[in-house]
């Protein structure tokens, strides 16, 4: 079983910025890809963003050009640096392997505030 420690979330006013980073027990970002996921209160868990195998990088519509995922595949981790921080942006911040293939861990809650 795969663990998955996501961890650099905090309090932020709208447009500050933040970095997390998700720490893996396994090399699953190389092999499956990673993604980064959010979930706001009252919303369905949802994509934000992705890197594939061969490091391809997707973004949902409304982080794209604000936030950027990266891998560092030595340690087994995989960031997500957030800029420009919105309002909206507020929610938990999950990792996973970019189809979700493994269990979820506790999140990081990222509020955006002023």
């Known amino acids: 079983q795969v663990q998955l420690a996501e961890s650099g979330g905090g309090l932020v006013q709208p447009g500050g910025s933040l970095r997390l980073s998700c720490a893996a027990s396994?090399?699953?970002?190389?092999?499956?890809?990673g993604g980064w996921y959010r979930q706001a209160p009252g919303k369905l868990r949802e994509l934000v963003a992705a890197i594939s195998f061969g490091g391809n990088t997707n973004y949902a519509d409304s982080v794209k050009g604000r936030f950027t995922i990266s891998r560092d595949t030595a340690k087994n981790t995989l960031y997500l640096q957030m800029n420009s921080l919105k309002p909206e942006d507020t929610a938990v911040y999950y990792c996973?392997?970019?189809?979700?293939?493994?269990?979820w861990g506790q999140g990081t809650q990222v509020t955006v505030s002023s």
């Open positions: 996973n392997t970019a189809r979700a293939r493994e269990s």
């Open positions: 396994g090399s699953i970002f190389t092999v499956y890809g």
